[in-house]
């Protein structure tokens, strides 16, 4: 069965540093790949997601994300922490008609 | 504001009862899904709708059932609940059935159950 993991359910960096959020999808055929991002008492919102078009995917606010099919991973990274971007970030995939999503990871930026 | 409308925003109900939660998706959408998140499971998707037909079955529950009506909102019905019932529910929206299209999410009905 597909499954997501996000390693570190909890990532502290400081502001200005990298940020770097991880992802692996287990499947055999990359499914459909996505990244949201949820604020506190907020449903979630779509950062970026996979197009077999490109392995490196942009995303809104400055974020990234590079599709590794060798590593089946999913990456989220932004050069540069602001203070807004603390928040739940889920790495999910979708194989056609199931949708999954890792278990988050709670980002906090140290001033 | 993403466009799609949940109501109501928190339900704090007793063991056995049975609740509907409901759903409005943004205008234009066809699909709506449903999940639930929790402290102890996560992001879990539920099910999926599209244009009033059934698409998909994630982790639903055999006491949860859903349904989408020809104005397209949604309703999720919770029966028999337990305790561990308790949880965020959110619906989200989509234009199509597709799955690479993005889903906008609502802000949640938060379910307490006593």
């Known amino acids: 069965a597909q499954s997501v993991t996000q390693l570190g359910s909890h990532v502290s960096v400081s502001e200005g540093a990298l940020v770097l959020l991880r992802c692996n999808y287990s499947?055999?055929?990359?499914?459909?790949l996505f990244w949201y991002v949820q604020y506190p008492n907020q449903g979630l919102q779509l950062l970026l997601k996979?197009?077999?078009?490109?392995?490196l995917v942009k995303g809104i606010n400055g974020f990234e994300a590079e599709f590794k099919k060798s590593e089946t991973s999913f990456h989220l990274t932004k050069p540069s922490a602001h203070m807004s971007d603390a928040a739940e970030y889920f790495c999910a995939a979708n194989t056609g008609n199931q949708f999954y999503f890792g278990t988050g990871t709670s980002l906090t930026v140290i001033p | 504001d993403s466009g799609v409308t949940q109501t109501p925003k928190h339900l704090i109900t007793a063991t056995g009862q049975r609740v509907t939660l409901r759903c409005s998706p943004r205008s234009g959408d066809l699909s709506v899904y449903w999940y639930q998140q929790s402290l102890d499971q996560g992001l879990q998707f539920l099910i999926h709708?599209?244009?009033?037909?059934?698409?998909a079955k994630g982790n639903i529950l055999e006491r949860f059932s859903a349904q989408q009506f020809p104005d397209l909102h949604s309703e999720l019905n919770l029966s028999s609940l337990e305790l561990g019932d308790s949880a965020l529910y959110f619906c989200a929206s989509s234009v199509t059935s597709s799955p690479y299209n993005e889903q906008f999410f609502g802000p949640g009905t938060r379910l307490t159950v006593l």
């Open positions: 996979y197009t077999s078009a490109a392995t």
């Open positions: 709708y599209y244009n009033g037909e059934e698409r």
């Open positions: 499947s055999s055929v990359p499914p459909y």
